[in-house]
């Protein structure tokens, strides 16, 4: 029952912007919109997260529609080590607890 | 600072054995999540803990699925007895409160035969 869709996989020239996309049509006002990525063989590794506002941090900027209803992540200088899948998640809140419902999510490969 | 630490990396079982695996989560995370993420999948959540206590066990299988979280620090995930459908990486994640992000360990590899 994940909550968001992404396009099953992407290529990205290195050094150029990498711009992901996610549509979460069903989010709820109080549900925030999480990033992951997992390289092969590693635990996903948390890159950003918002609720309605734009964010940056040193890894990647996060856009987000007015309407909530979609979200870009973007990657500014893409880099070989930067190939993994990433996962657009939306965080629930039910009965006052978390919950982190990942879908399959974009396999992104960075080409030399 | 250490991450989230689990082991054992990889584990080949026979099928109706049991199988424990062991989480360590990053020093004074209260919340804890054990994750399965099966081939070409997203994770999925299979229990979370607010300290000692289990707050979302509702995706655990409980048949055959035990764990615990004794003192609120370690974690251990059980499954007796196994079976070939449990063949997953098994993932432990940490977060300081219920809504941080959570941090991820490298995943217990199982793979039941």
């Known amino acids: 029952d994940a909550k968001t869709t992404q396009p099953t996989s992407m290529d990205c020239a290195e050094g150029r912007a990498a711009n992901l996309p996610c549509n979460h049509s069903?989010?709820?006002?109080?549900?925030?919109v999480y990033w992951y990525r997992q390289i092969h063989s590693q635990g996903p590794q948390y890159i950003i997260h918002g609720l309605k506002n734009n964010e940056t941090n040193e890894m990647a900027s996060l856009i987000i529609t007015e309407d909530r209803k979609s979200s870009t992540l973007i990657l500014p200088h893409a880099t070989l080590r930067d190939t993994a899948v990433y996962y657009c998640i939306v965080r629930v809140t039910t009965s006052g607890t978390y919950k982190y419902i990942f879908g399959t999510g974009t396999r992104l490969k960075v080409l030399a | 600072e250490a991450g989230v630490v689990q082991s054992p990396r990889y584990k080949i079982i026979e099928k109706k054995q049991p199988v424990a695996f062991w989480c360590n989560p990053i020093?004074?995370?209260?919340?804890l999540y054990w994750y399965r993420q099966n081939l070409g999948q997203g994770p999925e959540l299979l229990i979370r803990y607010e300290n000692e206590e289990a707050v979302d066990d509702s995706q655990l299988p409980k048949d055959r699925f035990s764990a615990e979280r004794l003192k609120g620090v370690d974690s251990t995930l059980k499954i007796q007895p196994a079976e070939l459908g449990d063949s997953a990486v098994y993932l432990c994640a940490s977060s300081s409160g219920p809504g941080t992000e959570a941090f991820f360990g490298q995943g217990t590899r199982l793979t039941v035969v």
């Open positions: 020093s004074g995370h209260n919340t």
């Open positions: 069903t989010i709820s006002g109080n549900e925030y």
